[in-house]
């Protein structure tokens, strides 16, 4: 069980790592902060690829905006 903020950064293009199955443990979590980013143009590797730059936006926007909530769910 997680108790901390989530961040699913997935590629949609991906055939390493499922977007179907990466969807559905999202979909599993019970955490109340949890956040699903989608990327249509990048593959496996998101942070090396097309998307790269906004996904590392996107990462650095979550901690600013998560950040306090780490480890403060009893």
């Not at 559905?24 to 979590?29: A, G, N, P």
């Amino acid at each position: 069980r997680f108790r901390t903020p989530v961040l699913f950064l997935v590629s949609a293009k991906d055939g390493a790592a499922s977007p179907a199955t990466s969807k559905r443990v999202f979909e599993s979590l019970s955490v109340k902060q949890k956040t699903w980013k989608l990327y249509g143009r990048s593959n496996h590797i998101l942070l090396w690829d097309y998307d790269a730059e906004e996904a590392k936006a996107e990462a650095e926007a979550f901690l600013v905006r998560e950040g306090s909530g780490f480890g403060n769910e009893p």
